[in-house]
């Protein structure tokens, strides 16, 4: 894998596709999109780096876990990334996670994303601007909205 520091670096670097939009093995898949803006200027925010992480729990009481990373981008000018298809997962000892990265914003993280088949799940994220000395992350937990989707047939 290439790490490049360009503003473009992240646009495209899916790291396990999970046979992402070639759903040959019949297996139920849904959506995923993820749009970002300022919170206090509701303007989009372009070049936020965003990581999906498929979560695997193990152990006897569930004491551990292990991440995998799924796919990467950075948002375009627009504050959006391409829409992302995801196989759908057995919940609870699966689960989605994202991480979104900034320079001069607080980091976001979104938790437990659920993913239905043909169903997209939509998180419109506002990032605070840093303000103080004290990190913080911001942790999400329920997504913007749900809806059925029909990828239009070229997608298929």
């Given at each position: 894998?290439?790490?490049?520091?360009?503003?473009?670096?992240?646009?495209?670097?899916?790291?396990?596709?999970?046979?992402?939009?070639?759903?040959?093995?019949?297996?139920?898949?849904?959506?995923?999109?993820?749009?970002?803006?300022?919170?206090?200027?509701?303007?989009?925010?372009?070049?936020?780096?965003?990581?999906?992480?498929?979560?695997?729990?193990?152990?006897?009481?569930?004491?551990?876990?292990?991440?995998?990373?799924?796919?990467?981008?950075?948002?375009?000018?627009?504050?959006?990334?391409?829409?992302?298809?995801?196989?759908?997962?057995?919940?609870?000892?699966?689960?989605?996670?994202?991480?979104?990265?900034?320079?001069?914003?607080?980091?976001?993280?979104?938790?437990?994303?659920?993913?239905?088949?043909?169903?997209?799940?939509?998180?419109?994220v506002k990032l605070n601007r840093i303000t103080s000395p004290t990190p913080l992350r911001e942790y999400i937990?329920?997504?913007?909205?749900?809806?059925?989707?029909?990828?239009?047939?070229?997608?298929?």
């Amino acid at each position: 894998m290439k790490y490049y520091s360009n503003p473009d670096k992240y646009k495209s670097s899916n790291i396990n596709k999970f046979n992402m939009n070639n759903n040959s093995n019949n297996e139920e898949t849904g959506f995923l999109e993820i749009t970002v803006t300022d919170a206090q200027t509701d303007m989009p925010v372009a070049d936020v780096d965003i990581e999906v992480f498929k979560l695997t729990i193990s152990g006897e009481y569930a004491e551990r876990a292990v991440s995998e990373l799924v796919v990467r981008y950075s948002t375009y000018d627009d504050g959006t990334i391409p829409l992302i298809e995801l196989p759908v997962i057995e919940w609870p000892l699966n689960r989605y996670f994202a991480h979104l990265d900034i320079f001069g914003y607080y980091n976001v993280t979104i938790i437990n994303i659920p993913i239905y088949e043909d169903v997209k799940t939509i998180y419109n994220v506002k990032l605070n601007r840093i303000t103080s000395p004290t990190p913080l992350r911001e942790y999400i937990r329920t997504p913007t909205s749900t809806e059925y989707y029909t990828p239009p047939v070229w997608f298929l």
